[in-house]
């Protein structure tokens, strides 16, 4: 039988997708053994978001998170996740420098890289930047629907990311967007394309077809496959697991992962989501709007933020509809972090002003600008493009430039001179209260041991849940009934 190889993102995309990146160190390290010894390829468990996350929110040293992992991960190699248009926003050469030495000193292994617009140039310079330190690149070809977005361009983006010989790599599907059709049809050719190196797949449960799409994926020689575990897989995270592997069994195919390594950790997490009143992953139904608006489920959810703190929750509907001409007035960016948030905030803006582009957000600017890559100049709208640009906001924004700094000068900006190199990296992410704030705790966290669900668990969730007026629970040589 030939063999599927499992990536786990339950500790990077799992918690991201569906927890906002609220899962904390004490509650990753119990599991850790159980990760390590289930048989994975890899596990991802960081992007450069997490950097802030944790020491402004969670109060969390994540290179110490990091660190701890690693001295648990005996087996099994850790993985980062780089996405958006580079790694920190603006980006100064000696800082992605600075990023990748300290990731690989922590314990980072690999990296899937990524570019909002699959520029084979960004691709090069992320590639060569991890690699520089030992880090592993692997470069995601983000799958996208648009005009733009043809079977030719993704042949085309294949052969370019081969030539750069990154040591993997992957068709990314942030939306879910991808079908069982359409991976018939991209996989055979994708793969014909790739001078050998093996292409994984990473593909969402936004529109429900995740799980389909990966079995489509591996009958046409895809042997890597991204799962998370539950309560942290389904829905806007990647497909189960234990759905995944079933169903390649089933299919004829070898899976050497360990489930009964895994039910320990679904159950821990699961415990860990009733006690924090944290989201359970389900299967979606079928949903073909999300082809049509393509704006990513988190950020849904922050489109509707956005429009309740105005009084215009019920506007959402209209801010979907309308973001669907924004992107196509934007020359169709691939809707995946940070370029989706661009368009769904100019979106909601539209739908409150009730006039288009009649207020701009600073970003649209900056896009408009050039500032976050693509071809602007060709595939924006030409109409649109100039109300944007034409307002005083953009003449002040147009005169901003972006000066190389050496490590001697940020240091003395940033009053950095004498501290460690993961310190002045904090110092030059975030506000100083808030680093303050974490080094205060003196990397001490809360532990969450004993993951086994007990009944008292299940009943006050059931409880909860239930639409009825009762809860009934059996197994052999048990049974209750509450009503």
Request: glycine share 6%.
């Amino acid at each position: 039988m030939e063999k599927v190889r499992m990536v786990d993102v339950t500790l990077r995309d799992g918690h991201q997708s569906l927890w906002a990146e609220r899962m904390t160190t004490g509650m990753m390290l119990p599991v850790m053994k159980d990760l390590d010894d289930a048989g994975f390829e890899a596990l991802e468990v960081l992007s450069p978001s997490f950097l802030v996350k944790c020491v402004r929110e969670l109060k969390e040293d994540p290179f110490q998170r990091i660190r701890l992992l690693k001295g648990l991960a005996k087996k099994t190699e850790l993985r980062a996740n780089v996405g958006g248009l580079n790694v920190f926003g603006t980006d100064q050469p000696v800082m992605l420098d600075l990023f990748w030495r300290i990731m690989k000193s922590c314990g980072i292994d690999e990296v899937r890289i990524s570019d909002s617009w699959n520029n084979p140039k960004v691709w090069k310079i992320r590639a060569q930047a991890a690699s520089k330190h030992g880090v592993k690149p692997i470069i995601n070809i983000t799958y996208s629907i648009s005009p733009n977005h043809t079977t030719d361009y993704y042949v085309k983006c294949t052969q370019e990311a081969a030539k750069l010989k990154p040591f993997r790599l992957c068709l990314k599907d942030p939306g879910g967007l991808l079908t069982p059709e359409r991976v018939r049809e991209l996989v055979p050719l994708m793969m014909s394309k790739a001078k050998g190196l093996e292409i994984e797949l990473h593909t969402h449960c936004s529109t429900g077809l995740g799980p389909l799409c990966v079995l489509e994926a591996v009958k046409h020689g895809i042997r890597i496959v991204n799962t998370a575990i539950p309560p942290l897989a389904d829905d806007a995270s990647l497909p189960s697991i234990f759905n995944v592997t079933s169903n390649l069994r089933h299919l004829g195919f070898a899976v050497d992962i360990d489930l009964t390594r895994l039910k320990p950790v679904e159950a821990h997490f699961t415990r860990i989501a009733m006690h924090e009143k944290l989201p359970i992953g389900r299967p979606v139904e079928y949903d073909y709007s999300q082809y049509i608006h393509q704006v990513p489920g988190g950020m849904i959810s922050n489109l509707r933020n956005q429009l309740k703190e105005v009084g215009a929750e019920d506007k959402l509907p209209q801010a979907l509809e309308e973001a669907v001409q924004v992107r196509a007035d934007f020359g169709y960016p691939i809707m995946v972090t940070p370029l989706s948030q661009f368009v769904g905030s100019q979106a909601a803006v539209n739908v409150m002003t009730g006039k288009r582009y009649e207020q701009v957000t600073d970003q649209s600017i900056r896009f408009a600008l050039g500032q976050f890559g693509g071809n602007v100049e060709v595939d924006m709208n030409p109409v649109v493009r100039e109300k944007i640009l034409s307002s005083v906001r953009a003449k002040e924004l147009s005169k901003e430039r972006f000066l190389v700094r050496n490590e001697d000068e940020l240091r003395a900006d940033l009053n950095a001179k004498g501290l460690s190199d993961e310190d002045f990296l904090f110092r030059y992410l975030m506000r100083r209260e808030d680093i303050d704030r974490m080094r205060a705790l003196n990397g001490t966290f809360k532990r969450y041991d004993g993951a086994a669900l007990t009944l008292k668990d299940v009943l006050t969730h059931l409880s909860k849940a239930a639409k009825g007026n009762s809860v009934h629970i059996s197994k052999p040589g048990f049974n209750i009934t509450l009503r």
